[in-house]
């Protein structure tokens, strides 16, 4: 049978192909420590009471039609208020499009501004923007990060691509590594953007930005969180902001997200996702707008649930830094943010007990699953090359517990590598 040459070659995403080998597992009885998929096991960390609550009242009160196209009246009104409260970004409830979570304000941007054959920019590693590259036929121009700066993109990196591209797809804090962008290097960002949309003429297309904070509420210790407009705010008509409740809230089922920028933008966006249909659900929309305007609940639930994941996050590092200092070719970085840790296994070309050669991060993340029963994402399933080291470890869906128990037998199954 034939199908369009954009479905026909479309590559289904490696992190669910992880996670359902997975889950498949431990169905089966087998107790494997799963830190691949960007969830949460609502057992370990369920939504807030609260908004629990407000969801079954809004069920019982019967709003179960459709909701309008752009989000409830009421619960764009409640996210403007908050990002204004909490970020000082000031924009109109009418300039906030709300959707059933960020995936599909990320494609409806891509969709609103990019044509076939536009270039657009992001780093590597990153999430599934080489996905909606391919899906609205755009030319994916992917720039290479290091380690030595987080992996977060600088200028430097960035400026040689800009030209004539349409858009630029930023994350922070990022998806896959936990890291943010520093002010220093956001800002220097921002003004590449700017300077690149003053020597365009007036029949050219700007170079947008897309802006995924998703995770922003999720940072720990002393780091910030960043933003193109407020460093910047005559960018406020080039960026579009992809927020919403799923990490912060841990309300990934609840399928609550929103945009928001500038209304050229964001009403042609609207109409895409119109025809759609990808909406949140009516009560779920309720039951949040009711909730985000309960900042003592908000900060309450905040609270607990960032020391709840930073525990989890902050004993990966310390085991894997144990690891290193007990001389094995490991290392992580400092968590700051997200349900992220980023982790150097550094055995490529050994061998295993079973006399396998271990080629690839793919073949380790096997070795590692079969071995260890501990499941990881490689940096290859955003981007990266394949014998890059490095690798995802995600928190939300496994316990404190399970993961201490896990890294004794990370331990011994890198040890045996020969």
């Not at 996210?79 to 059933?100: C, I, Q």
């Not at 003004?191 to 904070?213: I, T």
């Not at 271990?358 to 590692?368: G, I, W």
Request: hydrophobic share 40%.
């Amino acid at each position: 049978m034939q199908v369009s040459r954009m479905a026909g070659s479309l590559i289904g995403s490696e992190i669910i192909k992880i996670g359902n080998e997975v889950n498949d597992m431990i169905r089966k009885g087998e107790q494997i420590c799963n830190l691949t998929i960007g969830d949460f096991d609502p057992s370990i960390f369920p939504i807030p009471a609260e908004l629990e609550a407000e969801i079954t009242k809004a069920y019982q009160a019967g709003h179960t039609n459709y909701p309008p196209a752009n989000g409830m009246a009421a619960l764009r009104e409640a996210a403007a208020a908050f990002t204004e409260t909490r970020l000082g970004l000031s924009y109109s409830p009418n300039d906030f499009l709300v959707a059933g979570g960020s995936r599909p304000l990320i494609y409806a941007t891509y969709l609103a501004l990019v044509d076939p054959g536009d270039k657009v920019v992001f780093p590597v590693p990153s999430w599934n923007n080489n996905h909606y590259c391919h899906l609205s036929s755009a030319e994916a121009v992917m720039v290479e990060t290091r380690p030595e700066n987080n992996f977060m993109p600088t200028a430097a990196e960035l400026a040689p691509h800009l030209a004539g591209a349409t858009l630029l797809a930023l994350c922070s804090p990022l998806n896959p590594t936990g890291t943010v962008f520093s002010r220093e290097d956001l800002e220097a960002i921002c003004d590449l953007v700017l300077a690149e949309n003053k020597r365009r003429g007036p029949e050219e297309k700007p170079l947008y930005l897309l802006y995924d904070q998703i995770y922003w509420l999720l940072t720990f210790g002393n780091t910030e969180h960043y933003d193109p407009v407020n460093l910047r705010p005559e960018l406020r008509d080039y960026t579009i902001y992809i927020d919403g409740i799923s990490k912060c809230l841990a309300a990934t089922g609840v399928r609550v997200g929103y945009a928001f920028g500038p209304a050229t933008v964001i009403d042609k966006m609207k109409a895409i996702l119109g025809h759609v249909g990808a909406w949140a659900p009516k009560a779920e929309q309720v039951a949040t707008a009711k909730y985000l305007p309960e900042t003592a609940a908000v900060d309450g639930f905040l609270g607990s649930f960032k020391q709840k994941v930073q525990r989890s996050l902050e004993a990966l590092h310390q085991g894997l830094q144990a690891m290193k200092a007990a001389g094995l070719p490991v290392d992580s970085m400092v968590p700051m943010g997200a349900i992220y840790l980023t982790a150097k296994l550094d055995v490529l070309g050994r061998t295993t007990p079973g006399g396998q050669v271990l080629t690839s991060t793919k073949e380790l993340t096997s070795y590692l699953i079969s071995e260890a029963r501990l499941a990881l994402v490689p940096f290859s399933a955003f981007g990266t090359d394949g014998s890059a080291p490095w690798f995802r470890m995600s928190v939300g869906g496994a316990s404190l517990e399970s993961i201490e128990a896990a890294l004794p037998r990370l331990q011994a199954a890198l040890e045996a590598l020969r």
